[in-house]
């Protein structure tokens, strides 16, 4: 089953935050984020694995709350680059393989 | 070092014809999945390989959709009969696999327009 995110749309001014959430319904062993500009394949942002671990670098971070089946990515000091359609990816915990299924996706806007 | 490669970058088809799509992963990976998006959508999981493992395709919308993995390298997704509704861009991606996880690389995709 496809996890769930929210917002689906956002815009924001440069400089500002945003939250992003992923919620399933399933037992999670990771979470996965990628962030999606127009006409370009995904890139990787950062995994988390169970066990509530948060990650980050620079002014991207995120959560995993593993008894929530919920992962939520920060977004801080948006800047332009910023822009795009950001997905997370969610590994079941009981299928014993790496598969991923990806959310619905957030489209983010920044504007100057 | 090289990414994912796919070919061709787009095909256009008429209705009822058969395609091929092929994915050269990463050199060493020893998984890879082939994902659909539609316009706007998000990815569709169809299909993972991952070493010797039987295939799972637990995503493949239907019969008309196959793939295989040759020397646990290059991958080609077939698409018999092609529909309208199969039109999209089909991506590829491949990875390192480890209790730890790794990223997922996608390779540029192939666009496929069905007339």
């Known amino acids: 089953q496809q996890p769930v995110q929210s917002p689906q749309a956002v815009i924001l001014r440069e400089g500002e935050d945003a939250v992003i959430n992923c919620s399933s319904s399933?037992?999670?062993?990771?979470v996965h984020w990628y962030r999606q500009k127009h006409g370009e394949a995904p890139v990787f942002l950062m995994i988390?694995?169970?066990?509530?671990e948060q990650k980050g670098h620079e002014k991207i971070s995120a959560s995993f709350n593993e008894k929530k089946q919920q992962s939520s990515l920060y977004l801080t000091a948006s800047q332009l680059s910023y822009s795009g359609t950001y997905f997370c990816g969610t590994e079941e915990s009981n299928f014993g393989n790496e598969k991923l299924t990806f959310g619905t996706g957030t489209r983010l806007t920044i504007i100057p | 070092g090289a990414g994912v490669s796919q070919s061709p970058s787009n095909k256009v088809t008429e209705k009822g014809k058969d395609v091929e799509l092929r994915c050269d992963p990463i050199?060493?990976?020893?998984?890879l999945y082939w994902y659909r998006q539609s316009l706007g959508q998000g990815l569709e999981f169809l299909i993972y390989f991952q070493g010797n493992s039987a295939p799972d395709k637990s995503g493949l919308p239907s019969d008309r959709f196959s793939a295989e993995r040759t020397g646990g390298s290059v991958s080609t997704l077939t698409i018999q009969r092609t529909q309208q509704e199969d039109s999209a861009v089909y991506l590829c991606a491949s990875s390192l696999v480890g209790p730890q996880r790794y990223e997922q690389y996608f390779g540029p995709g192939t666009r496929l327009t069905v007339t």
């Open positions: 050199s060493g990976h020893t998984a």
């Open positions: 399933k037992a999670l062993y990771s």
């Open positions: 988390l694995l169970k066990g509530g």
